[in-house]
């Protein structure tokens, strides 16, 4: 059974930094795209950043300068650097994998970050 895990959430003050774990089992992340979003109270689930299976990264407009997405292969594991943490980072942080030409796509569940002011 296809499974992400997230990991590395946790309670940061303002300014911090946080690196965010997502491990895949039964999938193996070389062939799919991966993404993080994330969700705030209250708010839609939004789109952070990407990195495709030859190592492209992609980030959304608000998240360029701050975020930094990296992949390793060897280890199953995708992860999502987040520095200059701000308290609108708050929010539930999931990876998701997909492959161009599948439908299905898989997500974690989540991993909850909140940056204290």
């Known amino acids: 059974q296809v499974q992400l895990v997230e990991s590395g959430g946790g309670l940061v003050q303002a300014g911090g930094s946080l690196r965010l774990s997502c491990v895949a089992s039964?999938?193996?992340?070389?062939?799919?795209?991966m993404d993080w979003y994330r969700q705030a109270p209250g708010k839609q689930r939004e789109w952070v950043a990407q990195i495709t299976r030859g190592g492209i990264t992609n980030y959304a407009d608000a998240m360029k300068g701050r975020f930094t997405i990296s992949r390793d292969n060897a280890k199953n594991m995708v992860y999502l650097q987040i520095d200059s943490l701000k308290p609108e980072d708050t929010a539930v942080y999931y990876c998701?994998?997909?492959?161009?030409?599948?439908?299905?796509?898989?997500w974690g569940q989540g991993t909850q970050v909140t940056v204290s002011s």
């Open positions: 998701r994998a997909a492959r161009s030409g599948y439908s299905n796509d898989y």
């Open positions: 039964d999938l193996i992340i070389s062939v799919y795209t």
